[in-house]
């Protein structure tokens, strides 16, 4: 018989990012980490920080060891759903436009600014 296997989205990782419940993405696969938490050599504040997104970079920067990828099998629940990764950068990308539309003298501030350095270049260019 065929093993289901569970996929999370990054919605579903961010409702577990506390002390008493804590999940992490790491290399494509969901970990529930919550028992883990007070036994972390780097304390439990580094997952923590690490909870609600793919945090595969902050564990390879740790240079965790062998020994620490095999204990984390022992937490694994599932697999990370790589296509809610695309919704997410999209919603990101409208927040960030609606934000640029909704101040718009940031357009003329960073005008000003330019000119001001294309004007100072060429002042010091004729000296």
């Known amino acids: 018989m065929p093993t289901l296997t569970n996929f999370y989205t990054i919605q579903d990782a961010s409702h577990h990012k506390t002390e008493d419940d804590c999940w992490i993405i790491v290399d494509g696969k969901v970990y529930d980490v ?3 938490l007070e036994d972390h050599p780097g304390g439990d504040d580094v ?5 609600g997104r793919d945090a595969t970079e902050d564990f390879e920067d740790a240079g965790h060891s062998k ?3 095999e204990l984390m099998e ?7 759903d790589t296509s809610s ?7 990101y990308y409208e927040k960030f436009t609606t934000q640029l539309k909704n101040k718009p003298y940031m357009g003329f501030s960073v ?5 001001s350095v294309v004007v100072g270049f060429l002042y010091l260019r004729k000296k």
């Open 47 to 51: 997952i923590l920080a690490a909870t």
């Open 85 to 91: 990764t695309i919704s997410t950068k999209k919603g």
């Open 74 to 80: 022992k937490y694994y629940i599932g697999e990370f």
């Open 111 to 115: 005008a000003v600014v330019g000119i």
């Open 67 to 69: 020994s620490a990828r």
């Open 34 to 36: 919550t028992q883990y």
